[in-house]
């Protein structure tokens, strides 16, 4: 009985929050499916039931290693919907993915763009949660544009919901690219001229500037 009593209570012989930065990083570089259970142990420094007993199977440490992801320090998205006017804001959004993208500090790409694309359906609700984060952040993005409009940064008849769509694939796009090579350079490029046609496709009446000074 003692015996069974002695490791009631006993601290993991690991730091969680690093070892879960540790399975973020792999997931990153390989993707969901090409992540084998060996490279995250081996990444993280624990055994299979440390990781078992800490974050349960590989697809519940996957949508945990997202969730961090997503609240990352360096994250661009939910900053540039905080902007005072939707110029900063697809401003900062374009140029902010085309430097997450390709910072070389990184891996290349964007986990959850990447994630949906090669996830095959063996691991189709993973596909699927990733699927409707992106829909949540196309969604956020279509009402902080819907908001511009009402206070009349751009015309009345600017299609919301299709120019959210428009920011999210340029996003997608350069995520894609830059796992493919692309330089930061080029996605600012990219980013310059996706800027121009956000701007024409608000019939120029954009605010470029702070509405509140």
Known sequence: MTGNTSTIGRPRAFDVDKALQKALEVFWEKGYEGTSLPDLTEAMGINKPSLYAAFGNKEQLFLKAIELYEN?????????????????????????????????????????????LSCSDNANSVKQVLIEKRRSGELQLQQRLERAKAEGEFAADVDCAALACFIGVQLHGMSIQATTGASCEKLQKVAAIALEAFVAATSGKIATTDITS
């Open 72 to 116: 990352r320090p360096c994250g661009f998205f939910q900053p540039a919907l905080m902007q005072p006017t939707a110029y900063l804001m697809a401003e900062q959004m374009l140029f902010g993915g085309a430097a997450a993208s390709s910072d070389p500090s990184l891996p290349k790409g964007c986990l959850m763009v990447q994630g949906a």
